[in-house]
């Protein structure tokens, strides 16, 4: 999915370093989700009004993680599918849904262990019908972003002056069918199959392929544009909490517009200091190799720590969270090592 940090850019054969910090930010912010959403959903009555803002500031910052890693799929893959683009891309989309099926009936499995289904191998087949398990939904999106990947990179080569104007309105984009499917309380995450599912990630994708091709580059404006998508989407959560709308909590969602700008701006603002970034430790570079295996597996650590009455409240809310989400880092890397040692990786990983 993230390939590894040897992939060669357009020009040569250099390493793009800056794409292994991007894979190791966003593979721990997501766990850092997952572990701040869990205490927010768990603490809800008896949260104090300090400790319910640090949560939601955290996952705010966080929230930021799902459309990089949507963007570097999109940087890595759209500009390879100029010339012959179906042989490039049917062989991922094979594997990424083999991958998928195995792994929705796994935690179909896991999810019956725990006693929270009836029956495994029905709850897997709602794969089919669009809604995966928890964090697999990301897989099935980006299914649909790579059958559009020769379509975004034919557009492109037929336009490329354009690239400045559509990357910012690639928000714009996102914000229509936030706004059809979130405001008016018709549609989440999960829709009718998994082509609807996907197709309002693409803006997202297409933004990484644009966002390194834009004249945009200063770093001013970058960091600006992120501060203001990050400080709109806060002002926005605070008010429509006052409120009490009871959707308040949907503006930091990936389709959220201001979320979008804030991880378009992010990503290029990455770019645009790429050759400053210091180099990363090999373990580093090796994180980001496994980084989708990692995501794929976190929440089984992440259940069990949770079994074991290990949580991210301890000692406190801002020093838990990143504590619990460290371990299940190491955990979850644990396990996709040993895909590595068995082999089992270039079959049943990303």
């Known amino acids: 999915m993230y390939k590894n940090a040897t992939e060669e850019n357009e020009r040569g054969t250099s390493r793009q370093d800056w794409l292994d910090w991007l894979r190791v930010a966003a593979t721990f912010s997501i766990i850092v989700l997952h572990v701040t959403t869990r205490e927010k959903v768990r603490l809800k009555q008896e949260i104090s009004t300090l400790d319910w803002w640090t949560i939601s500031v955290i996952e705010l910052i966080t929230r930021l993680a799902v459309p990089v890693f949507f963007m570097i799929s999109g940087f890595l893959i759209i500009g390879k599918c100029v010339h012959d683009p179906w042989r490039y891309i049917v062989p991922k989309v094979q594997k990424i849904f083999l991958v998928l099926v195995f792994w929705m009936f796994c935690y179909s499995v896991w999810e019956w262990l725990k006693n929270n289904v009836e029956n495994p191998l029905i709850f897997s087949l709602k794969l089919f019908v669009g809604v995966p398990y928890f964090h697999l939904w990301f897989l099935l999106a980006l299914i649909t972003c790579y059958l559009f990947a020769p379509v975004l990179a034919i557009c492109h080569e037929k336009w490329p002056s354009y690239s400045r104007y559509c990357l910012w309105a690639m928000p714009l984009i996102v914000g229509v069918d936030f706004v059809i499917n979130f405001t008016f309380a018709t549609g989440d995450y999960f829709r009718?199959?998994?082509l609807e599912l996907g197709l309002p990630y693409i803006p997202l994708f297409f933004s990484g392929f644009l966002a390194t091709r834009s004249g945009f580059m200063n770093t001013k404006p970058?960091?600006?544009l992120m501060i203001a998508g990050l400080a709109a989407s806060l002002i926005a959560f605070a008010i429509l909490k006052k409120l009490d709308v009871e959707s308040y909590e949907k503006v930091f969602l990936p389709l959220s517009p201001s979320i979008a700008v804030a991880s378009i701006a992010f990503f290029q603002y990455i770019f645009s200091i790429r050759k400053t970034l210091p180099l990363l430790p090999k373990w580093a570079v090796?994180?980001?190799?496994?980084?989708?295996?990692?995501?794929l597996l976190h929440?089984?650590?992440l259940d069990i720590f949770n079994h074991l009455k290990i949580y991210g409240r301890d000692p406190n809310l801002l020093f838990g969270i990143p504590i619990l989400a460290f371990f299940v880092l190491l955990a979850s890397w644990a396990m996709v090592y040993s895909f590595r040692v068995t082999k089992l990786d270039r079959y049943l990983l990303p």
């Open 192 to 194: 009718s199959s998994f």
């Open 222 to 224: 970058t960091v600006f």
């Open 286 to 295: 090796k994180l980001s190799r496994d980084s989708s295996g990692i995501y």
């Open 299 to 301: 929440p089984i650590p």
